[in-house]
């Protein structure tokens, strides 16, 4: 499985953003997909999380109300809609994909990542 992240940049804060992950291979073994992010200096964290059919979600407390992710499953593209950003948002973000059945917020859980994309939040 390979995975595409795109769409992060420059924004003010109280701006939007939508990140996009697209992904191909063998996506058959995909039961999730999520995004975590990467802040200078810190640990990777969990962002949020959507099963394959793109029936349920699950959002890490800080992005929950302002984040939303979806799924166009004609596409195999996961999405991360920001709204509104703030500037502790700035970070790069990492689409993965798990093969766990279940929604995970453990970097463990998650086999294939892609190559993150940089979203800095100006005050």
């Known amino acids: 499985v390979q995975l595409q992240a795109s769409g992060g940049g420059l924004v003010q804060a109280g701006d939007s953003l939508r990140l996009s992950c697209a992904a191909s291979?063998?996506?058959?073994?995909?039961?999730?997909m999520g995004w975590f992010r990467q802040a200078p200096g810190k640990e990777r964290e969990f962002v949020a999380v959507?099963?394959?059919?793109?029936?349920?979600?699950y959002y890490e407390d800080s992005v929950k109300g302002r984040f939303a992710i979806s799924r166009d499953n004609a596409k195999n593209t996961m999405y991360l809609q920001m709204n509104p950003l703030k500037p502790e948002d700035t970070a790069v973000y990492y689409c993965?994909?798990?093969?766990?059945?279940?929604?995970?917020?453990?970097?463990?859980?998650?086999?294939?990542w892609g190559q993150g994309t940089l979203v800095t939040v100006s005050s």
């Open positions: 993965a994909a798990s093969t766990w059945s279940g929604l995970s917020h453990y970097i463990y859980a998650y086999k294939f």
């Open positions: 959507i099963s394959w059919s793109g029936d349920n979600t």
């Open positions: 291979g063998r996506t058959f073994a995909i039961e999730s």
